[in-house]
């Protein structure tokens, strides 16, 4: 009867939780597939259930997705870049977020067919529903090509490629996620006409909803929006598990495993936006989608980009009910205990909280707006003993055990690490714990992974030490096998002190899930930080990760080795001096001399393809500015002569419609011929002296970094004499251009608002005097003795070759007959301090052969 009566009860309860949830729907515009992986993982590890959402997830069929939500069938929508004819026409409807930041519409075709080039689709049969028709992805590519749909054969789409195979069709509307690895499937190479390689890159796939719907539940809209990008961060962090999950439970096209991975992968290539971000949309972007809408004459009514993207679900509103306020109100300040030697997750400095915890609780302090203060100790073990006498009303981060449920309630984790051991550089590598049983291993006193790893694998000889150093250090002396702490902190621990003396050799199962720890006799608070915990947005948590959890590369030559091996050299080279006749000698001499000449020469060929590399990194550092740039340019032109040809066969083309278009069309032909009279005479092989004058150089490399400035928010500010000498113009353009993205590669690095470039030019005496600074804070006095040296880069070793300053004091040395250095400077702008690195390049007014 008991037994009966908790079933009964356990029943009751979780009908009572279920109906909590607030009910809502999405309308899914096609048939389940990796397409809506994002939902599909919001719902199964319950991010919609978290945010205190119930989501039924509306099946495809045949449904027009915005007539759904426009009717209150549906609360939310998938829709195409279509969504703005409808806005147009005046329906009621805001952007949300997009799952592609690029379409994955495409034309496909069998990579046999007679169609090589896109103006081989004119008179040919493609398969196009209807709605397709008006997508402007796909039309003004078309129309770029001057081929109108008219002059194309439509058949109605059978989404069977076998029409392909069987030359049912010449080419169909598909999906590049899917289409194309049917037809590999079935033994077919495809060929594949992107919108995107034509100019036009669009949104697709955008989350959309009513604008009266939203403006009524803000608070529903933004739970639902962040649950569903955590759903698609999950889905592409996790594409095995979610793909099998979509194999098993949402598969009706039976879909093999292989094609689903196949289709998230390809989606994972275009969901993301240029700093990783899931959803975004700017009005920049949109505004130019809008303009080809509109020059295709697809949309006659004006459209209010700021108005039709909905942007109050990105905005912070942490919420807490009465109670909650109420207790931080009479609650005034929180007391914290912490690791105060665990980096880089914490630690106490100058009796001060740093790492990462402390951005966290920091931007949590931010949200309940009381003072959360520090307790000091000097020991885990001691902050521990104060959490239970309740001298601490929080632990910053720390894991639930047994023991320390009696005194605490646990938050939602806010950060996930696996555990390692380190250990000897020489020691193998453990794959089964059975191999260390008789071994010992050290771990910190009081720490989670003691009482759980002790209970788990009982055979090995776990040994306390109050802290991470004497854990190490214990390994280091060899009087322990191994420590075992978080992946990050002994990686942290080992760059900062023990490279090439430990590793990590080894990898529990077990992940550590941490969170902040409230005392359990307030139970509120465990509410309220699990609320701020869960306002926290990954953009801000991968901030965090950031600013603790890096690595730095510098790639530079050991000079301290190099002069020990000279040293040694010419030791022996003096004793064979002293024990060799003369004879000897002279034909050593004679042999010496001999390799001089070679390693001489040898250098020259050296120097020769370093110039010869570094122009051709600039070459392509220039192509992709020019790319860049001619993208937009092509596209007004095609689009614009485009549009004229349109309007001109319906009679609709207006005089002010067509001197408008020619003018955009003159205005672009005058950028692209500009550009590539710059380009050539850049590469002009050229040697001869000339008379140029400096600003002129200075504007030209400028426009040889094309728009990298701008994009990075780097302001230049020139203070240049008007001056005229005989020099090399495209040597010195390249030296300004290498110096220029030194600059720019620093400059965007740092997150600073205020980023300057200042370029001083003037004459002294005979000469020219070149000073290029920055403020970026200058460069590291370990360093700064380098920048000149051949190979030097702090960059990444796959994003910096190191030869381009190298390159730049060998061309000012040796072909303009100049000096160039650097040195650290500080100096104001705008009454404002500012500290940097100063090139400064002398040069002879008049160069000599």
């Known amino acids: 009867m008991k037994k009966l009566m908790f079933i009964f009860i356990l029943g009751i309860f979780s009908f009572l939780n279920a109906s909590n949830l607030q009910k809502t729907s999405v309308q899914l515009f096609w048939l389940d597939q990796f397409q809506f992986a994002g939902f599909y993982a919001a719902v199964e590890k319950g991010f919609y259930k978290d945010a205190g959402l119930e989501v039924e997830l509306k099946k495809y069929n045949n449904t027009d997705a915005v007539e759904e939500v426009i009717n209150n069938k549906a609360d939310f929508g998938i829709g195409s870049s279509s969504l703005i004819i409808d806005k147009s026409n005046g329906k009621d409807i805001v952007l949300l977020g997009t799952l592609f930041q690029s379409s994955p519409i495409i034309l496909l075709a069998l990579e046999n067919s007679n169609i090589k080039y896109l103006e081989d689709i004119k008179n040919k049969k493609i398969m196009i529903t209807k709605d397709q028709q008006d997508f402007a992805t796909l039309k003004s590519m078309i129309i770029s090509k001057g081929i109108n749909i008219s002059d194309i054969q439509i058949l109605e789409h059978s989404f069977n490629i076998d029409d392909l195979i069987n030359k049912n069709t010449d080419l169909m509307l598909s999906y590049i996620t899917n289409e194309p690895f049917l037809l590999k499937e079935k033994g077919y190479n495809s060929r594949i006409f992107k919108p995107k390689d034509y100019g036009f890159d669009f949104y697709e796939d955008i989350i959309f909803t009513t604008k009266d719907f939203a403006s009524n539940n803000p608070k529903l809209v933004k739970d639902f929006y962040r649950a569903t990008i955590l759903g698609w961060e999950y889905a592409f962090n996790n594409i095995d598990e979610i793909a099998k999950l979509i194999y098993e439970k949402y598969n009706p096209q039976n879909k093999s495993l292989e094609h689903l991975i196949f289709e998230a992968n390809e989606m994972k290539k275009l969901a993301f936006d240029k700093d990783g971000k899931i959803g975004t949309i700017t009005q920049e972007k949109l505004n130019l989608i809008i303009n080809t809408y509109r020059v295709l004459g697809l949309i006659k009514n004006e459209i209010n980009s700021e108005e039709f993207i909905y942007t109050k679900h990105h905005e912070n509103n942490f919420l807490l009910d009465e109670n909650e306020k109420n207790y931080l109100e009479h609650k005034k300040t929180i007391k914290m205990c912490v690791d105060p030697n665990w980096m880089p997750f914490e630690k106490i400095e100058k009796n001060k909280h740093i790492g990462i915890a402390a951005d966290y609780i920091k931007i949590i302090e931010d949200k309940i707006k009381i003072p959360i203060t520090l307790v000091p100790t000097k020991t885990w073990s001691e902050s521990l003993e104060l959490g239970q006498k309740r001298d601490c009303d929080i632990f910053s981060l720390i894991r639930t055990t047994p023991e320390r449920e009696k005194y605490l309630n646990f938050t939602t984790a806010y950060f996930s690490i696996p555990l390692v051991i380190a250990s000897d550089i020489n020691a193998p ?163 010496l001399s001999e390799k001089i000449a070679i390693e ?160 001083d030019i003037s004459k002294k005496d005979e000469f020219i005097i070149i000073d290029i600074k920055d403020n970026a804070g200058g460069i590291k006095d370990d360093i700064i003795d380098k920048v000149f040296e051949p190979y030097f880069t702090t960059k990444h070793k796959f994003k910096g070759t190191g030869i381009g300053l190298y390159m730049s004091k060998l061309l000012v040395e040796k072909h303009l007959k100049g000096i160039i250095g650097v040195k650290n400077c500080e100096f104001s702008h705008i009454d404002k301090p500012h500290m940097g690195a100063l090139f400064k390049i002398v040069l002879p007014i008049q160069s000599v052969n």
């Open 600 to 759: 001489i020469k040898k250098n020259e060929e050296k120097n020769r393809i370093l110039i010869q590399q570094s122009r051709m990194a600039s070459m392509g550092e220039m192509l992709e500015n020019i790319a860049h740039q001619w993208r937009q340019p092509l596209s007004t032109i095609s689009v614009a002569a485009s549009g004229m040809e349109v309007k001109k066969e319906f009679s609709t083309l207006s005089d002010e419609e067509f001197f408008e278009a020619i003018n955009h069309i003159k205005k672009a032909t005058s950028y692209l011929s500009n550009t590539i009279d710059d380009f050539r005479n850049f590469f002009n092989q050229k040697r001869e002296h000339s008379i140029i004058n400096i600003n002129s150089v200075v504007e030209k490399a400028l426009d040889l970094m094309g728009d990298s400035f701008i994009k990075n928010k780097i302001q230049v500010i020139k203070n240049i004499e008007d001056l005229e000498f005989l020099s090399l113009e495209n040597e010195l353009i390249q030296v300004l251009m290498n110096v220029f993205s030194n600059a720019k590669d620093v400059l965007k690095s740092i997150s600073k608002e205020d980023k300057y470039i200042f370029i």
């Open 429 to 591: 590598f453990i794959n089964d714990f059975s191999q260390i049983k008789d071994k010992k291993l050290a771990i910190i006193k009081d720490y989670a992974i003691g009482e759980i790893l002790r209970m788990k694998y009982p055979n090995i000889n776990f040994i306390d030490v109050k802290d991470i150093q004497e854990g190490l250090n214990l390994v280091q002396k060899g009087k322990v096998f191994g420590f075992i702490d978080t992946l990050s902190t002994i990686g942290y621990h080992i760059q900062n002190g023990y490279i090439g003396q430990l590793k990590i050799s080894g990898k529990f199962d077990e992940i550590w899930n941490l969170g902040v720890g409230t005392r359990n006799d307030e139970p509120i608070l465990n509410d309220i930080f699990n609320k701020a915990i869960n306002d926290i947005s990954p953009t801000q948590k991968q901030e965090i990760l950031n600013r603790w959890i890096s690595v730095n590369y510098q790639n530079s030559l050991d000079y301290n080795f190099f002069y020990k091996v000279m040293a040694v050299a010419i030791i022996f080279i003096f004793i064979l001096v002293l024990f060799y006749r003369q004879y000897l000698l002279k034909k050593l001499n004679s042999q």
